[in-house]
């Protein structure tokens, strides 16, 4: 295909063995056109099968295309010539639809304008805000995350280039895991104009100088399937998408699954395959109304029913309900401790209070050791994201942990998890690292959602109000098992080693870390389901 300034970009069709002209699906990747995001799709010669045919393009210095890749802010024009092309060809009846998730959910939402937009778009795991959706959070860089997806990047631009030594010195750091201490001196020797050392570049805890995506304005009315999931470190950027078109009058569809960034477990090829079929085939979602969740065929899992707008699925039963995600189920519970929370991890109470008068009690100390520096483990930062278990981690004199009382009957958490506590540093930068968890009747603690934040100047020498906001999740425990809060002072290699001097952290400890007491007041300290829509 030829770009609008003359450039060629490479793409590889595959079509149905019935006579067409046929609608089309689009993916535009940077990762080869060949891969075609089968980490999570099905392949598209099963899309293809099913009567569409697929299209997926090598993006713009990617691959086989021609030009210099620059990231996120080329694919508008590109994007819009995509399509123009496609209706101009005559194998393709003029109907497009685009899917693909992470950066190419985001290729679907990046136009040049509303003169070329898809007749129907399925973007995952994707938002519009660099800082909030790609690359930090609670003021700290995704560091592991966000260095292994710029050197994949940075990789894939030496293999372009001929690089062989650059390639395989990033392979060989990001098996050794090296990459932790030297990814950033990789990426400034490999790909310093890339995205990712760009933002590494920036403070997390500003907006200035981060770029935040707008879509043209008709695209929000577009049919739209939103595919989310709790272990995804770009949720929030769903979210932020399914509600900007419902504000826009549009009517999205939406899927948030128990699922990380890679793991989908089993996929919605069935339901995105449906969904295309409905806006660009005009067949009927099986003969029932989009309004009535009872009329959806009860032989279909409950996911991929077409009658269904919004479905969740629960991290603690695996089951999934035809659910938006607001509103919450705004609980509130006090912290309270005689100062041996972080000792003994029965003294640390949670009490389930109301949102009158503040009912926590009592202090206590932590102090964080940069030779030993709490790991972070799962949730949606780590790169082994999920549920896990964080018994161990539970058991350190650096985590301090809040209970419930064991439950007499199910409990169902929905919303985004916030803490709020006052805290001080003895040094001018500090780290609270969170995680909300089920203790479960065997004592095994099930790590199910986890936050970051961070705070960095003089400003940490004073008592003062701290809030993490954790992972939204929808979670039900079971009688006999028991909530638990967890606060520690690092969560490495998920977030970067505070060195606690005031200077942005920038990767492991080090000599210059310092060791860091933090003092937590608890008189006002609460966890409460706070909604997960419009959060920041």
Known sequence: MTASDGLRLRCRIWTPDTPGPWPVLLMRQPYGRAIASTVTYAHPHWYAQNGFAVVVQDVRGRGESEGQFQGFCQEAADGSCTLAWLRAQSWCNGRVGSYGFSYQGLTQLLLAG????????????????ERRHWASEGGCHWWAL???WGLQLAAQGC????????????????????FLSDGVELLQRLDPSGMAAGWLQLNPARSEGWRVHEPPAGLWRRP????GGWHDPHLLGVLDLWQRARAAGGQPW?????????????GLDALQLAFFRQHLMDEAPSGHSNDNPSEAPDHLPLQQRLSIKAALQDCGTGAWRAAEPEPCSAQRWWLRSEGLAALAPGE??????????PQGSGQLSLVHDPWRPLPGRGGHLGLDAGIVLRTDLDQRTDVACFSGDALMQPLQLLGRPRLVLDAMADQPGFDLCAALSVVQSDGQVRQCSTGVARWLGESCLAMAERHVELQPLLLTLHPGETLRLSIGLAAWPQIAVNPGDGSLPQGPAGPQHRVISVALELGKGCLSIEPMVGAN
Request: glycine share 16%.
């Open 114 to 129: 509303d003169q070329e937009l898809p007749d129907a778009l399925a973007p995952a795991m994707a938002g519009l805000d």
């Open 146 to 148: 966000g260095l292994a």
């Open 159 to 178: 293999q372009r280039r001929g690089d062989a030594e650059g390639w395989h010195a990033i392979r060989r750091s990001l098996e050794s895991g090296a």
């Open 224 to 227: 739209m399937l939103l595919i």
């Open 254 to 266: 939406l899927r948030i699954g128990s699922w990380s960034h890679l793991q989908w477990q089993g």
């Open 348 to 357: 640390g109470r949670l009490v389930m209070g109301d949102d009158g008068q």
